[in-house]
């Protein structure tokens, strides 16, 4: 399967955990996003990477939330403290700075926050 | 600031039925827009991306429109079926980031 993959599929925790999601992208695809979506909403912006640069953050991505790429490939989203807010879908999607900027999403991970 | 409205917000139509979905942006300063399917629980599968150079596209069934200028695009589906039961997303790219920014949905149920 070469399509875009997150780990794990759903997560439940106890508020003021944290937790740590993986993406990995579509081989060579040096983009990498992050979106968040809630029930009945659309998914919304948190982060992009190119290869290993994170060049731009969303508002929502506040001080308890970190995201890392270290060598280009993988990225992990990492929830400090976690609140009953962060219930959500979380959604990695990759791309090719050349081609037409199609983002390709995984199956995304549900954070179910007890 | 980009805004993305979808509507309607639901729809329910008998098997067979063409329909049109509606999507509307603030600015058009658009690079391209995309549609999206999400069924329950899933992640988002593309089908449709319309460079802002671009009129229309075609996938099968589907038929995807862009007034750039007016800042709306349409999804046509022609000839609905149970299987096209999803949520249907709207996205636009571009404006000085790279980020997608997705409307709403609509969720369509067909009835067999």
């Known amino acids: 399967d070469t399509g875009v993959s997150q780990d794990p599929r759903h997560k439940i925790t106890k508020r003021g955990q944290n937790v740590t999601f993986r993406c990995d992208p579509i081989s060579e695809h040096n983009r990498l996003y992050w979106y968040r979506q809630t029930l009945g909403q659309g998914p919304e912006f948190l982060t992009y990477?190119?290869?290993?640069?994170?060049?731009?953050k969303s508002r929502l991505l506040s001080d308890r939330f970190s995201a890392e790429r270290p060598k280009g490939s993988f990225s992990t989203l990492e929830i400090q403290r976690t609140e009953q807010g962060d219930s959500a879908m979380y959604l990695c999607?990759?791309?090719?700075?050349?081609?037409?900027?199609?983002?390709?999403f995984g199956a995304g991970t549900r954070l179910s926050v007890l | 600031k980009q805004e993305v409205t979808q509507i309607p917000a639901a729809l329910s139509v008998p098997e067979g039925e063409n329909l049109v979905l509606n999507c509307s942006f603030t600015?058009?300063?658009?690079?391209?827009l995309q549609w999206f399917r999400q069924d329950p629980g899933k992640g988002l599968t593309s089908l449709l991306l319309?460079?802002?150079?671009?009129r229309e596209q075609t996938s099968g069934r589907l038929n995807a429109s862009l007034d750039k200028s007016s800042g709306r695009s349409t999804l046509y589906i022609a000839a609905s079926q149970p299987g096209d039961s999803a949520t249907y997303l709207c996205a636009v790219y571009g404006g000085g980031s790279e980020k997608l920014v997705f409307g709403k949905g609509t969720k369509l149920t067909v009835n067999p």
């Open positions: 600015d058009s300063a658009i690079y391209n």
């Open positions: 999607a990759s791309s090719l700075t050349v081609a037409k900027n199609i983002q390709y």
């Open positions: 990477f190119q290869n290993e640069a994170q060049l731009e």
């Open positions: 319309i460079q802002s150079s671009q």
